[in-house]
Nanobody, 127 residues
């Protein structure tokens, strides 16, 4: 139904910026929202941000609020995560995912709610 491919990860110095992209295909997204999760070594998968595909409303995990911005380009069927003021603790494998929660009304912050996942893109922030 939905295929997701992340890109844009890499190595960046603390305080720097990085922009992740997630290209979607295989479906219209009227019934979905898109989210970003991350997993650092030895830690659980953590919710980062989500966006309603149709409404454009956004939600953020507290630790990234004000630093990260999630957005989407409906024509390109792509969701972005602009990451500014990066910290070493942001180092993780970042995944995009799709959830059947079009208005972000449910437990979108819980990774088990998501139906489709990309392969992940590594973000490493040096001190």
């Amino acid at each position: 139904q939905v295929q997701l491919v992340e890109s844009g990860g890499g190595l960046v110095q603390a305080g720097g910026s990085l922009r992740l992209s997630c290209a979607a295909s295989g479906s219209t997204f009227s019934n979905y929202s898109m989210g970003w999760f991350r997993r650092a070594p030895g830690k659980e998968r953590e919710f980062v941000a989500a966006i309603s595909w149709t409404a454009g409303s956004t939600v953020y995990e507290h630790s990234v609020k004000g630093r990260f911005t999630i957005s989407r380009d409906t024509a390109k069927k792509t969701v972005y995560l602009q990451m500014n003021s990066l910290k070493p603790e942001d180092t993780a494998l970042y995944y995009c995912a799709a959830v059947q929660d079009p208005l972000l009304s449910g437990t979108y912050y819980w990774y088990r709610e998501y139906d489709y996942w990309g392969q992940g893109t590594q973000v490493t922030v040096s001190s």
